[in-house]
């Protein structure tokens, strides 16, 4: 995928959103369009759908019950950030090899680090950032006309 | 009252140009919720938006129900390429209905769109006005169901709101039947159905949806049995997570007394599961359907 170029003014958060285990749907929705109006397109679009969810998946079942996803574009990256606030881990907990079918943990953000071009996993003030990237291949004005 | 998933059901996510179709709500959440999902992804896509509300509703208020994220489609609005409109703006210069009328007015509109620049034009519309205007129900039905030249192009897609407060419960079925597609009533449902061919699994799985999901899958291998195969069509299933997909692979492994278990899916959700250990399964195959455009 080709990196294209970004104004300062889209490292502006494209969503800044609150999430609790009743949101996902609306989440995903929210990020869909974000991402399609950033250039994402098929396939890379359903892969970063994906590996979002598993990351929100992951904050709302280990991570305090909710968090906070920002999605962000530029230097022709889309970013995701999902911030929760659980006890916190580190990319240890992400499995090296495909988990096997009857794993009850591990699969989701080994999936997402399988599907995004970076996952990266920090720790914040209050528990985890994760941090999914995904190449653009072209870049669209938000809201503008094709 | 509970409207059936069937053969022509799919998620709102999925509609595309060209596609006309049937949707139903019984509170206002709902209302909202799906026509802002059909609205959000048309102006994603580059196409023109229009929206027919319920004429009771003030245009300023229906765009804060569509779209109540700070600023979303704002500028959409302020460029035109979404709009709001009554019925009667869509059968000018006539003062009453007609289903000739409106379809002509629809064709324009769709030329307008494309020379503008848009990939296309979405209709979002709110039955209410059918009661607004007073119309007989088989002058709706009739242009519901004879409609298919507007969409031939692909260029023109819409989606049909119907209040199931305010319609009988036999004009809705009615008119479910009578689109080409019908709409599971929320972004974020999952349903499903069984043919004699097999499960068909429609909308989310998510962790929302994830026991209702898994019993279904539980449910067509009890009813299978003895018939040593299963049919899984995934293919309208608009999202699929891994916790579901290796629910699907870990009731596939263990289903003993099955020779084989077809699961029918979109390229995407095949690599998904070739990805989970789908192509460690023997008794498993998987066939690419349908691809997402």
């Known amino acids: ?146 | 009252m509970s409207v059936p998933v069937d053969a022509h059901t799919v998620a709102v996510t999925q509609l595309r140009l060209g596609d006309h179709a049937f949707a139903h709500y019984a509170d206002d959440d709902a209302r909202w919720e799906l026509l802002s999902a059909f609205c959000a992804l048309g102006l994603a896509g580059g196409e023109k938006v229009v929206v027919l509300a319920d004429p009771a509703i003030p245009h300023d208020e229906a765009y804060r129900r569509l779209f109540p994220d700070d600023g979303f489609a704002d500028k959409a609005l302020a460029t035109g390429q979404l709009t709001f409109q009554d019925m009667s703006a869509m059968i000018r210069p006539d003062r009453h209905f007609t289903a000739e009328r409106q379809i002509s007015r629809l064709f324009e509109e769709v030329e307008l769109a494309r020379r503008q620049g848009y990939a296309g034009l979405r209709s979002a519309i709110d039955m209410a006005w059918v009661h607004e205007w007073g119309l007989d129900v088989e002058g709706v039905m009739h242009r519901e169901t004879h409609a298919d030249a507007l969409f031939a192009r692909r260029q023109y897609a819409e989606l049909c709101s119907y209040d199931r407060r305010c319609f009988a419960p036999e004009v809705i079925e009615a008119m479910r039947v009578g689109h080409p597609m019908a709409l599971l009533e929320r972004p974020g449902d999952f349903d499903a159905y069984h043919s004699i061919n097999g499960l068909h699994l429609i909308g989310d799985a998510d962790m929302a949806t994830r026991d209702k999901f898994g019993a279904a899958l539980s449910k067509a291998f009890t009813d299978a049995s003895g018939v040593g195969r299963v049919l899984l069509d995934l293919s309208r299933l608009a999202f699929l997570s891994a916790a579901c997909a290796a629910d699907l692979l870990r009731l596939v492994a263990q289903a003993d007394g099955y020779e084989r278990v077809d699961v029918l899916c979109t390229r995407f959700h095949a690599q998904v599961l070739r990805k989970l250990g789908s192509a460690r399964i023997k008794r498993l195959m998987v066939t690419i359907t349908r691809e997402p455009t």
């Not at chain 1, 990319?91 to 090296?96: A, E, K």
């Not at chain 1, 680090?113 to 291949?137: F, K, N, P």
């Open chain 1, 1 to 146: 995928m080709t990196a294209s170029a970004d104004s300062d003014a889209t490292r502006l958060p494209l969503r800044d959103l609150k999430f609790g285990a009743d949101d996902l749907p609306r989440l995903r929705l929210s990020v869909e369009v974000c991402s399609i109006q950033a250039g994402l397109t098929e396939p890379h679009l359903s892969e970063f759908l994906l590996a979002v969810n598993e990351v929100v998946d992951n904050a709302i079942r280990h991570g305090g019950g909710g968090g906070h996803l920002r999605l962000q574009r530029h230097n022709g990256v889309l970013r995701c950030q999902v911030m929760d606030t659980g006890p916190g881990f580190g990319d240890q907990v992400i499995p090296p090899r495909q988990p096997d079918i009857d794993a009850e943990t591990g699969r989701g953000l080994w999936l997402a680090h399988e599907l995004a071009d970076q996952v990266t996993i920090s720790t914040g003030s209050a528990g985890s950032i994760v941090s999914l990237a995904v190449a653009l291949t072209e870049v669209e004005e938000f809201g503008g006309r094709p």
